[in-house]
């Protein structure tokens, strides 16, 4: 009663008085019986920054969607396309309109035909918030304008002359190019309540940092770490392995950049070292996947940047080989590779094989002792951490996925996984032995995040442990982030033979066919196993030899279609995203982006086909999801609260 009575008084400073309580009480009763919000999923970004812009403009399709709604049978395609590229990129696609026309006159009908559909199309996009929601989301610069406007009585006929002034002094002003951008970007906002990013913002691409960017400034979002993230947060919290392996896939797909540029991380010392270390005509086998935007490269500039690859691949080889040697309950001994070389004969040993190497040039490895840094690679690793840690740019992306991200989510009854929940071949869940305690299923990933999250934030000697194990969720074969049983890093540049380079999925990868597998393992993270989704990213759906995204009978939806350039041979399609409204769940595919310049030009959505998933039997609302219940909860504490103030147990604050 003493915690009770101690709450309630906590509580009666913000609700002081029985109005300010029943206020409350009423405001949380209605919002309960608004329909849901929309929720946006996306994954496996991988740094392409102008195709994710576009998606997230264009709310996967829910934006043109909308302006249907709205202008049913009213508008050309053409007039479609052109309002939904205008909501887009309205800055660009309003300069480039009105330079089309000669006179100031039909410059002015443009804007005012374009404000008044644009007001149009924002009340209804509006009309599944509450005001004050609203309100908050509004640029200042137009916040009264565009309440008046929003919430306008379309009946009212004695303020007619009231609102068409409004839009006409907005005009006279010349203040409609900034109008059409305050309401364009408020569209966007509210065609979507909530954006859940499923993973992999980082590697491949050039720009995961204005990802970043974008993703800090957004008005509600949670991400689900996936691998290629958790290598940089490794990095940014000293992993040395974590670091190797960032610059090595950094050199492998030509995108340096992002560290020396997007993070002000200096790779001078890795040049002055690789320069030093490795001859020019050893390194053929390290030469990066040229970006096409790349391709005027001086041999100079390639030669560079092949024997940095190399350089810090040895590194990365190294380091992973110590590791594996004083955490044997990683069980990866067959990953300790660099003791396997005979390093005259220039050929390795492999599960009882023995395989040529493609050369046996290792300048920096002692045979007698292959895992241990020469003197000027300790230097150089040192150097590199120092310049991971000084980041302040990474390092304040790396703070926002630690607040906004979690191992998985269990949200509005879906479970939100990048990779896998590591299974054995007959279902059961994988154990992992850490510190001489198993962990499994949903106790293994709350271990992960634990440890993950440690890693970052301690000090000291007892810091190397949990950066092994972020290292170990890079690659191991129990992280639910990797799923796979090895990663043959090694072989892919060593050997030619392609039959070493196989890594076999986790049996996850099969058994998520199977409507009953699903089943417990939403039950497993408290979900329910008749209603509930699992939702996956990391393994590109391959839809050009006919893989399907939807799985065991709808209870598992893959959404990573291929964002990355590097995958869209494989999968023939350059993305899935999914929608989960009020009516239900939509899955849209995405063609390639070819660039933002064209998107704004020809009026070309990369949107390409929407499927339903579900669709609910009545529209679901706001106290049928996990917010709901929460409130709901209030509602219950506001209540109490009101009865107190009634029967003289608490004294209003008048």
Not at 117 to 137: D, F, I, M, N, P
Not at 332 to 359: C, F, W
Not at 413 to 430: E, I, K, R, V, Y
């Amino acid at each position: 009663m003493k915690a009770k009575e101690k709450y309630l008084r906590l509580m009666a400073k913000e609700f002081p008085t029985i109005g300010d309580t029943v206020s409350e009480i009423i405001n949380l009763e209605a919002i309960l019986n608004l329909p849901k919000g929309t929720e946006h999923f996306i994954s496996d970004i991988h740094g392409e920054y102008d195709a994710f812009q576009h998606v997230l403009r264009n709310g996967s399709g829910n934006v043109k969607q909308k302006i249907k709604e709205v202008f049913h049978n009213q508008l050309s395609q053409e007039e479609i396309n052109q309002l939904a590229t205008l909501i887009y990129y309205p800055k660009e696609k309003v300069q480039r309109i009105i330079s089309q026309f000669e006179t100031q006159d039909e410059i002015n009908d443009w804007y005012c035909l374009t404000l008044t559909r644009l007001t149009e199309l924002c009340s209804l996009v509006a009309s599944k918030y509450t005001r004050s929601k609203v309100r908050k989301a509004l640029p200042k610069e137009f916040a009264y304008i565009i309440e008046e406007l929003l919430f306008k009585s379309l009946d009212n006929l004695d303020k007619k002359d009231y609102y068409d002034e409004i839009i006409q002094s907005i005009i006279d002003l010349d203040r409609g190019s900034e109008f059409i951008c305050g309401i364009s970007y408020l569209i966007q906002q509210l065609v979507v309540d909530h954006l859940h990013v499923v993973g992999d913002i980082y590697d491949r691409g050039p720009f995961p940092d204005k990802i970043m960017d974008t993703l800090m400034d957004y008005h509600s979002v949670d991400i689900q770490w996936g691998n290629h993230d958790i290598l940089w947060m490794g990095a940014a919290s000293g992993s040395a392995v974590c670091l190797a392996n960032v610059i090595r896939i950094s050199a492998r797909y030509d995108n340096l950049s992002i560290l020396e540029d997007g993070y002000g991380i200096s790779l001078r010392p890795l040049l002055t070292f690789s320069d030093m270390t490795y001859a020019d005509d050893r390194n053929d086998y390290f030469k990066p996947k040229i970006n096409p935007e790349h391709e005027d490269y001086l041999s100079e500039e390639i030669r560079q940047i092949s024997k940095m690859h190399q350089a810090i691949a040895i590194i990365q080889f190294k380091l992973e080989g110590e590791i594996i040697s004083r955490r044997p309950e990683f069980e990866m001994d067959s990953r300790l590779v660099l003791s396997k070389i005979d390093y005259e004969q220039a050929t390795i040993e492999l599960n009882g094989e023995i395989y040529p190497l493609k050369h046996g040039y290792f300048p920096t490895i002692d045979p007698e002792n292959p895992y241990q840094l020469t003197p000027d690679e300790a230097q150089l690793v040192d150097k590199l951490i120092l310049a991971f840690k000084n980041s302040e740019r990474l390092q304040k992306h790396v703070a926002f996925l630690l607040k906004k991200g979690h191992m998985y989510l269990a949200y509005n009854n879906n479970l939100l996984l990048h990779g896998c929940l590591p299974l054995n071949a007959d279902g059961s869940f994988m154990e992992l032995v850490i510190d001489g305690t198993p962990y499994s299923g949903k106790q293994l990933l709350d271990k992960f995040e634990e440890d993950l999250r440690l890693g970052y934030q301690i000090k000291g000697a007892a810091k190397e442990k949990y950066l092994d194990m972020i290292w170990y969720l890079w690659t191991g074969a129990a992280s639910s982030l990797f799923g796979k049983d090895q990663m043959t890093t090694f072989e892919r540049y060593f050997i030619s033979n392609k039959d070493t380079h196989t890594e076999r999925k986790n049996p996850y990868y099969h058994l998520r066919n199977l409507p009953e597998v699903c089943e417990v393992i939403l039950t497993e993270f408290g979900l329910d196993p008749e209603l509930g989704h699992i939702i996956n990213g990391h393994t590109p759906v391959k839809e050009r030899i006919g893989e399907d995204p939807i799985k065991a009978n709808g209870k598992l939806i893959v959404i990573d279609g291929g964002f990355s350039k590097a995958y869209q041979k494989t999968t023939g399609l350059a993305g899935y995203t999914l929608l989960y409204n009020s009516y239900g769940m939509q899955l849209a595919s995405h063609q390639p982006f070819s660039s933002k310049k064209e998107a704004i030009e020809s009026e070309q959505d990369i949107l390409s086909t929407r499927r339903v998933i579900d669709r609910e039997l009545r529209r679901k609302k706001v106290r049928e999801t996990d917010n709901g219940k929460e409130l709901m909860k209030q509602l219950v504490d506001l209540k109490e609260l009101l009865a107190a103030y009634r029967s003289g147990f608490l004294s209003q604050n008048n």
